[in-house]
C-alpha cells in the first residue's frame, strides 16, 4: 500500500534538471526513480514538461513537474496498492488526460510509474528484474555499445548519432562488456594517433567525439578498434549505426544532408545499401525520418532483412505508432525508451506488441541519463534480448552495465547471456 510519494529536482548527466520521485510502502519498502531526457527527440514522443522560466536553468527547470507530483499525483495514489501498476498507470493517465501527457508532462509520470514499481519490488523483497520479469528471468541483454557520438550528440560534423558495437559472440554478459571496454580503448588510441588528442573528447553518451565528416571514416575506425583488440567483427563483435536521421533531414528541400552531401531519399536508401553490404551491419536505426514508414519498408525489401531495421523516432515507444510501422513492414526491430511513453504498463504493452510480431526489442537509455539503472532491470525482465545504454564510460552509462554485472552475479549459473541463444 502506498503511504507517500514525494519528488524533488536533481540534476542529468548533462547539467540539466529532471524530476526524481520518491514512493513509500506502509509495508516499508521504497522506490526512486529519475526521468532521463533525449536530446534527438521524436516529434511523436510524450511531451516532457519544463518550466520555460528563462531566469532559472535557461528555462530547463522541472518544479512543475515536482509540483504536479505533490500536488495531484500523490494525494491520488496514497492508500493504492503498490503493485497494482495497471491501476497505478490509469490513474496517472487520468490525472494528466492529454494523449501525450502534456499536461502533467511524461518525465513527471515516468518517474512515478518506475518508482512505484521499485517500491513494490523493495516491499517484497525481491530484485526489480524477477519483480517485473518473474522468478524465472534470467537472460542477460546483450550491450550495443555506442562508441562514437555524432549528431546532436557531438560537436563534430558526422550526421549518424551513433556508432556502436555489439559484442554478440561471447559466452557471457562479463566477457562480452570485457570485449566492449578492450575495443572502446584500441579506438581511444587509434583516434588520438590519427587526429590528435581532441579527437579523443566524448560525447554525450560517452563516446568519442572526433573531428570528422565521413560515416565511413568512423565505421573505419571501429573496425580498427575491434581488430587491434584481436576480435573477429563478423561473429564475435557487429557494428550498429543509429542515423537518427530526422535530425538531418532538411524537409524545405526534401534531403538528407549526410557526409558533406544533400541526398534524396533514393540516394540515401543506396547509400545505407552499400554500407549494409560493405559492413554487415547488424542492425540500423531511424535510417529516414520519423515519417517516412515507406523507405523503412523499401530498406527491409531491398536489403532481404539482412539488416535489423530499427524504429525509434518512428515508434516512440507507442503501440499505436508501433502498428502503423507493423501494417506497413517498416520495421524488424525497436527501440524501447519508457520516458517516450510515460508509464511502466504502456511500456510493458509495447514490449509485448513487438515480441508478438517478432520484432526484436532493444531496451533504451537517453542521452540525457542518471544514476537510475532501472532500464538494467527492465532488459532482464523481457530478456531483452538488446540494450542500448551508451560507452562502457561515465558514471551514468556505468551505472547500467553494473547493475547488469550485479544481476549476472546474482544469477550465478542460472545467468544466460542473449547472444548464445539469439541468431541474427
Ligand atoms: P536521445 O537519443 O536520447 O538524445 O533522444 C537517443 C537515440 O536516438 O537513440
Ligand atoms: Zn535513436
Known amino acids: 500500500i502506498i503511504k507517500y510519494v514525494d519528488a524533488l529536482q536533481v540534476l542529468d548527466s548533462r547539467g540539466d534538471p529532471t524530476i526524481e520521485v520518491i514512493v513509500k510502502t506502509v509495508g516499508g519498502g521504497i522506490g526512486r526513480a529519475i526521468a532521463p531526457a533525449g536530446a534527438s527527440r521524436g516529434k511523436y514522443e510524450a511531451v516532457e514538461l519544463r518550466d520555460s522560466d528563462v531566469r532559472k536553468f535557461k528555462g530547463k527547470g522541472v518544479t512543475k513537474a515536482v509540483n504536479n507530483v505533490k500536488n495531484y499525483v500523490a494525494p491520488a495514489l496514497q492508500g493504492i496498492d503498490s503493485r497494482r501498476q495497471r491501476d497505478v498507470d490509469r490513474i496517472i493517465i487520468q490525472i494528466d488526460g492529454t494523449p501525450n501527457k502534456s499536461q502533467i508532462g511524461a518525465n513527471t509520470a515516468i518517474a512515478t510509474s518506475l518508482a512505484v514499481a521499485k517500491a513494490a519490488a523493495d516491499t517484497a523483497k525481491i530484485p526489480l528484474f524477477n519483480y517485473l520479469g518473474g522468478a524465472r528471468a534470467h537472460i542477460l541483454p546483450i550491450p550495443m555499445l555506442n562508441i562514437i557520438n555524432g549528431g546532436a550528440h557531438a560537436g563534430n560534423e558526422l550526421a549518424v548519432q551513433e556508432f556502436m558495437i555489439v559484442p554478440i559472440g561471447f559466452d557471457s554478459f562479463s566477457e562480452a562488456l570485457r570485449a566492449a571496454v578492450e575495443i572502446y580503448k584500441e579506438l581511444k588510441t587509434y583516434l588520438k594517433a590519427k587526429y590528435g588528442a581532441l579527437a579523443i573528447n566524448v560525447g554525450d553518451e560517452g563516446g568519442f567525439a572526433p573531428p570528422m565528416t565521413m560515416v565511413r571514416e568512423a565505421i573505419e575506425a571501429l573496425i580498427n578498434a575491434i581488430k587491434a583488440a584481436g576480435y573477429d567483427v563478423e561473429n564475435q563483435v557487429r557494428i550498429s549505426l543509429d542515423a537518427a536521421a530526422s535530425q538531418f533531414f532538411i524537409d524545405e528541400k526534401n534531403v538528407y544532408k549526410i557526409d558533406g552531401k544533400e541526398l534524396s531519399k533514393e540516394e540515401l536508401l543506396e547509400y545505407w545499401k552499400q554500407l549494409i553490404e560493405e559492413y554487415s551491419l547488424l542492425s540500423i536505426e531511424d535510417p529516414f525520418h520519423e515519417e517516412d514508414f515507406e523507405s523503412y519498408a523499401a530498406l527491409r525489401r531491398e536489403t532481404k532483412d539482412r539488416v535489423i531495421v530499427v524504429g525509434d523516432d518512428l515508434t516512440v515507444t507507442n503501440i499505436v505508432r508501433l502498428n502503423e510501422a507493423i501494417g506497413k513492414g517498416a520495421v524488424t526491430g525497436v527501440i524501447v525508451k519508457p520516458n517516450q511513453v510515460g508509464t511502466l504498463s504502456e511500456t510493458m504493452d509495447f514490449i509485448e506488441l513487438a515480441k508478438s510480431r517478432s520484432i526484436i526489442t532493444i531496451i533504451s537509455h537517453r542521452s540525457g ?56
Do not use: M, Q, W
Open 369 to 424: 541519463e542518471s544514476e537510475d539503472n532501472t532500464i538494467a532491470h527492465l532488459a532482464v525482465a523481457v530478456s531483452g534480448p538488446f540494450i542500448k545504454t551508451g560507452a562502457p564510460a561515465r558514471g551514468e552509462r556505468t551505472a547500467k552495465y553494473n547493475e547488469l554485472l550485479r544481476i549476472e552475479n546474482y544469477l550465478g549459473s542460472e545467468a544466460i547471456y542473449a547472444g548464445k541463444i539469439y541468431r541474427f
